[in-house]
């Protein structure tokens, strides 16, 4: 299962972030222990004082082909699991997420 949901004004991405994690990227997808599926991502900021979230939002903006002010934190500002909200075509949005994710589970394996 997808660790994003469609929408009709975007995508909604589950996430689970590292920060301070010696470069930004995208990671991959990894399955909780309760189950439920997220996509790592790292950044190199700090978690004080929202750092973490703008270098996240921004590293998402840049990997979705998207301007910054589309996308907005849902939920999870002071922790590594968060939800956050994507505005643009769902379709184009969720092949980008997937051809991101796949190519980073090759590398991985």
């Known amino acids: 299962m997808d660790p994003w949901r469609y929408s009709t004004e975007g995508i909604s991405i589950a996430l689970r ?3 301070r994690g010696g470069r930004d990227g995208v990671d991959g997808i990894e399955t909780l222990a309760n189950g439920r599926t ?8 700090i978690a004080e004082g929202g750092e973490a979230n703008r270098a996240v939002t921004e ?14 934190l849902l939920s999870g500002a002071t922790s590594r699991l968060k939800q956050v909200a994507v505005d ?3 379709k184009g949005l969720g092949e980008t997420l997937r051809k ?10």
Request: aromatic content about 0%; charged content about 30%; hydrophobic content about 45%.
């Open 17 to 19: 972030v590292t920060p």
């Open 38 to 45: 997220v996509v790592k991502v790292r950044v190199r900021a």
């Open 59 to 72: 590293l998402l903006a840049k990997a979705l082909g998207v301007p910054k002010a589309r996308v907005k």
């Open 88 to 90: 643009g075509d769902p």
């Open 100 to 109: 991101l994710t796949a190519a980073k589970q090759e590398t991985k394996d």
